[in-house]
């Protein structure tokens, strides 16, 4: 099993690390709250965008070419569409009712990876553990990271909106 961590750099940076510390790749947003990302991977530079009325889409391009596609399902999983090698289809979706824990799937229930979600209140930083059973690319993993951070900011915020009223 190879393990990587995914830890934000800023308050708008997250560098993707092997479990030998050699950097992957690096998610950038353009500014705070951004539904925009690019992932620079090397000399190549892939971007994420929203898609749909409600924004609960997510492609992932290199130049014009859609490489992923993620979308969030009544139930809160994430839906991703891999259009690299074929179309793939998977699921990513919590551990347990209300774990930090993810885990994602593909479409005969093989399980991909588990990614292990943390805010650090010392630094007020993201870190992502990422346990992968089954090989996946930095464009992926760093996708993922993208679309978790962003179907995810609806959960903090009615977390926070709980735990301040409470």
């Given at each position: 099993m ?5 830890t ?15 950097i992957?790749?690096?998610?950038i ?19 994420t ?7 609960t889409?997510?492609e ?17 999983n ?8 074929g ?38 930083k ?9 090989d996946?690319?930095?464009i ?18 009615s ?8």
């Amino acid at each position: 099993m190879k393990t990587y961590t995914a830890t934000s750099q800023n308050s708008r940076n997250f560098i993707l690390e092997n479990q030998n510390q050699e950097i992957l790749g690096e998610l950038i947003y353009p500014k705070w709250y951004s539904t925009k990302a690019e992932i620079h991977i090397g000399s190549k530079i892939f971007k994420t965008d929203t898609k749909g009325f409600w924004t609960t889409s997510v492609e992932v391009a290199e130049y014009e070419r859609v490489l992923l596609k993620f979308k969030m399902d009544w139930k809160g999983n994430i839906i991703m569409t891999s259009l690299q090698d074929g179309e793939k289809h998977f699921i990513i979706k919590k551990e347990k009712w209300y774990s930090n824990i993810l885990v994602m799937k593909d479409e005969n229930e093989k399980v991909y990876f588990h990614l292990k979600r943390n805010f650090k209140w010392k630094d007020f930083k993201f870190h992502y553990e990422i346990a992968l059973e089954e090989d996946l690319d930095a464009i992926t993993l760093l996708s993922i990271i993208h679309v978790v951070n962003y179907f995810s900011s609806d959960d903090d915020g009615s977390a926070a909106t709980t735990a301040a009223t409470v």
